[in-house]
């Protein structure tokens, strides 16, 4: 079911991204079409020859019988022909585009209205041009141009489309349609039409060379923006590709300034409005600039979100698997504790009692052999941590003093026994607190002390510290220095590898695997220092390494610290949560040499009961048990009434990592002991605990 629900949801997912890939994937398609086509078109047409009619329509084209075919136009469709590769043969067409088109005289027609389906036999292209037209009047009968054209005269060029045009835009006038655009501009002048419709640039002739009747006249103009009028190429229907080919060249020209530089030779006085056009032809051309650009970036985007889907994928995947990883791990090193933890649990108490030298070694073995394979345990456990980046750092407050004192201290009875000296020199301004991780500081210094030991045979092992205030953190620096065997030159990297040791005679002579100093190093470097060494063989060795931690809180400094009052543990009753019958009876035998009395519980069930009926200093609880584990049984012992539901609960687990502390105190239990019990550690939690309170309370 929850991998059938999963699935839904990676497809769901993946919907828009694979939508977007298509549309990006069609565009890019369509694209690399569209430019293959027009590819294909244009070498279709080069090298042809096609006819292009004209006839009177300045300045956009003209005809003269010796200067043949002359215009803005004309340069235009020419300089776009050269581009093509065409040739373009410019036909007279004195009865107009239309009827020369039906006679079949030419192929296309440079400049025409553009009217959408209007000419069925005809292809337009996309406009390239546009014409304004203006009024002209006569300014002694009127001096502003009425709004209403009812019954008014006004006189336009004979052609189809003005007068389609002036039609459409002059309701109820009376149309003057007058063969040539003299002729308009003269019934004006004559008082044959009130009104003179005509393009601009027709009038910007006009008026230059005025026709015969309005050499005196005074005329008034007026642009008409209601008549702008885009002007295509035309050509005939199966010569469309051709036609819009021509029409891309001159997209091209636009850019390029030649367009223009044609405006410029053929319109006297304004181009204003010739500008504007090039201006608006340019912004279609970029339009389409930016539709490719648009269809790329769909493209890349949906390649993003897809390569993001799948990199969220193997991302999810990656962390479920070092989950799995983690709680794998933290299952092995839980199920070897318990076990651990009866042997190492009953060997101190047998040594507790036993007298007889050769036994009391023997057990000593037993005892020795269970640390050695526990901290074997330990290192592979925190190698896999390490490898899988599933290892976290915890941030607590500790005493630096008290850390290297403590490991002064465990190492004491092992150098006499070598008949060597173990001395720690700690500077009296250290600060009383810092925070960071002091297990993880105290199993480097305990591997590097251990070493030191185990290779020196004469002479001393000397522990270092050191403090300095780094920019608000503080840089502690440890220093372990023997007068043992000493590490050749050679070797001095090399060790620090996994599995490294200096030769293969080591592991014979002083056991070890070789992964201490590796998982050292990687630990430290986790804290922002490093770990380094110096030797000379023969001479001695001296290990050096410095870990960033940050300075304890104000707050901090007033947390009691365990051992940190010794007092008098008679008397106090303590109830012992745990499922294994040996570690019951271990945790009983070790509880009861220190002077409380002992009551037991098998899980969490038995403990609520308990603890409904009865009261306790302090609770030591397993977290995994069957009926009902630690956790909820804190949860449960802190909802019960009065003085118990403040019962100190502390942790006594074979879990070790940071989340089980972690989620142990997210519980409500307030210390935390690891398995194997030890009983230097099970004293100092008892010693910092608060003096009892009145159960009545
Ligand atoms: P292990 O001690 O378990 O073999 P380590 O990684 O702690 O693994 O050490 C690797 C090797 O480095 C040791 O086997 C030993 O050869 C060398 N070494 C470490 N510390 C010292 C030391 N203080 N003096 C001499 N050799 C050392």
Redesign the pocket.
Known sequence: MQISKSRASRRWRFVPVSVLFSVGGVCFALLVAWNYYGYRQAERYRGGSFRIGVDHNPPNYDWSPDGGASGFAVDVLNEAARRAGIQLQWVYCPRGSRAAFQAGMIDLWPVGYYRKGEYPILHQTRPWSEDLHAFVWDRSRFTRVSEDFREMPIAVMDRLATRAMAERLFRGAAILAVPSRPGVMQAVCEGKASLAFLDIRTVEGLLLNRPEGCRETRLGIKPMPASTDPLSLFSRKELAPLADLLRDHIDEMMTDGSVFAAAERWFSFSSTDVRQVLRLQEQSRSVRWLMVACAIMGIVIGLLVWLIGNLREARTAAERSRTLQSEFLANVSHEIRTPMNGVLGTADLMLDTVTDPETREQIETIRESAISQLDLLNQILDQSKIDSGVLLLETTPFSLRRLVEQVEKTFEAAARRKGIRILATIPEDLPALVQGDGLRIRQVLT?LVN??I??TNTGSVEIGLGAETLNGKISVQFRVR?T????PKAQQEA?FEKF???DAS??RR?G???????ISRQLVRLMGGDLSVK?EPGEG?E?RFNVIVAPARATDQNKPQANSMPRSLAGLEVLVVEDNLVNQRVAQALLKRLGVTVHLASNGLEALAMCRTGFYDVVFMDCHMPEMDGYEATVEIRKLEGAISRVPIIALTAGVSGEERKKASQFGMDGFLAKPINREELAGALASIPRRVSPAL
């Open positions: 591997n070493n030191a185990k290779f023997d043992g065997i000493g590490i060790i490294r040791q200096v080591t592991t002083y070890g695997t070789g992964l201490g100093l590796s030797s060795s290990f």
